[in-house]
């Protein structure tokens, strides 16, 4: 069926554990509650200063497994060179026409790193391009073959765009309780052992790892406290809430 969808949610990111580390517990959520879910990572993490493409491809690999999504690809744009490029816009569309998510998940589009605030942008394009009809994809390079260049001639534009906010000074439009999830989450993260295991490469640039369990619960803890649960990630939506019955909106006001 060419339209029916891989994955209903489809969380991108410039690098491979940028989703562990700021939407992998909303996953886990959605996995539990039987709604499919995909990540699509925009590098392959070649310019990192800790292990190699490939290692981090089976630790990404790992993660997956870990967070329960049904499908992770990672393109070939350059490591710490994320561009706004039509090029680049192709390559997340053909991904969206194969993948057919409801909901994209993209990183919030201020932060430090230019590839996490140039991907919401290229994100966000590729998401409004991939609606468009007369944008024909037909025989591209990546699905040559199979249903996937079948797929990636068929518009499909999501629903929904998240943006996923637990690094941006900004109060979030709401969080998702994840506190049943926490604890894998972090395993999620720590899949990424080239990273994040303790060792002398780079030792005065990353955390340690005992570091990052306390960095990583207590920021969940804080936007957690926000809304009244335990732990949670915290979100941006452009739109703004619509609400049918406000006797069940939730989290306390006094
Ligand atoms: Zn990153």
């Known amino acids: 069926m060419a ?3 891989i994955a209903e949610v489809l969380a991108i990111a410039a690098h491979r554990d940028d989703v562990e580390q700021t939407c992998g517990g909303t996953l886990l959520r959605m996995h539990s509650l039987g709604v499919s879910t995909a990540i699509l990572d925009l590098t392959r993490g070649e310019a990192g200063t800790r292990g190699s493409a490939d290692e981090r491809a089976a630790e990404a690999a790992a993660a997956a497994t870990i967070l329960g999504v049904s499908w992770r690809q990672a393109l070939d744009i350059q490591d710490g060179r994320v561009e706004n490029t039509w090029e680049n816009r192709l390559k997340i569309v053909e991904v969206l026409r194969l993948v057919r998510p409801r909901v994209v998940i993209l990183p919030y589009w201020t932060g430090r790193h230019p590839d996490h605030y140039t991907s919401a942008t290229l994100g966000y394009e590729a998401c ?3 609606g468009l009809a007369n944008l024909k994809m037909a025989g591209t390079e990546r699905i040559e073959t199979g249903s996937g260049a079948e797929r990636a001639k ?12 637990l690094y941006a000074d900004v109060r979030p439009s709401f969080v998702v309780d994840i506190t049943p999830f926490i604890e894998d989450r ?16 780079g030792s005065g640039l990353f955390v340690p790892e005992e570091e990052i369990r306390e960095r990583t619960f207590s920021e969940a803890r804080h936007y957690g406290t926000l ?8 979100f941006v939506q452009k739109e703004i809430g619509l ?9 306390q006001s006094l």
């Open 3 to 5: 339209d029916q969808p």
């Open 243 to 251: 609400v049918d019955d406000v006797t069940l909106i939730p989290v």
């Open 227 to 234: 809304a009244g649960v335990r732990y949670a990630e915290p």
């Open 186 to 201: 972090h395993r999620a993260l720590m899949a990424y052992q080239s990273q994040y295991a303790n060792q002398s490469a």
């Open 154 to 165: 068929h518009p499909h534009r999501p629903f929904k765009i998240l943006y996923a906010s």
């Open 128 to 130: 409004f391009l991939s």
